[in-house]
Nanobody, 125 residues
Framework: QVQLVESGGGSVQAGGSLRLSCSAS????????MAWFRQAPGKEREGVAA???????RYADSVKGRFTISADNAKNTAYLQINDLKPEDTAMYYC???????????????????WGQGTQVTVSS
C-alpha cells in the first residue's frame, strides 16, 4: 500500500516562497515516478512538475523558472520549491506517484494511481 503525505502549504504574500514536501512509502523509491499537481476551485487538476528515480525532471511551461522539484531518496521524500509566488498559484497542491512511466510521459492526473491528501497554498496580492 502506497501512502503519500504532503506538508508545507500555507498563506503567503505575492513574491514569497514555499517548499512543499511529500513523504512517500514507496520502496524501492528510486524506481517510482513522482509528481506535483495543483487544482484551483473550478479548474482541472494540473500537473506542474515531475521527477523520476534517476533525478530527471519535467515542468509545465507555466511554472518553469519558479518551481523546482527534487527528491531525497534516502528519506523517500519529494519536494516542490516554489519561488516568486503569484496569486494565480493559489490552489490545493497534491503529490502523486506511480511505478509506471505513463504519468511521467503525460503529466496527467489520470495516469497516476497514488495520491496524497493535498496541501493548500494561498497567495495574496
Amino acid at each position: 500500500q502506497v501512502q503519500l503525505v504532503e506538508s508545507g502549504g500555507g498563506s503567503v504574500q505575492a513574491g514569497g516562497s514555499l517548499r512543499l514536501s511529500c513523504s512517500a512509502s514507496i520502496y524501492p523509491y528510486i524506481t517510482a515516478y513522482m509528481a506535483w499537481f495543483r487544482q484551483a476551485p473550478g479548474k482541472e487538476r494540473e500537473g506542474v512538475a515531475a521527477i523520476k528515480g534517476d533525478g530527471s525532471t519535467r515542468y509545465a511551461d507555466s511554472v518553469k523558472g519558479r518551481f523546482t522539484i527534487s527528491a531525497d531518496n534516502a528519506k523517500n521524500t519529494a519536494y516542490l520549491q516554489i519561488n516568486d509566488l503569484k496569486p494565480e498559484d493559489t490552489a490545493m497542491y497534491y503529490c502523486a506517484a506511480d511505478i509506471s512511466w505513463r504519468g511521467w510521459a503525460t503529466m496527467k492526473a489520470q495516469d497516476f494511481r497514488y495520491w496524497g491528501q493535498g496541501t493548500q497554498v494561498t497567495v495574496s496580492s
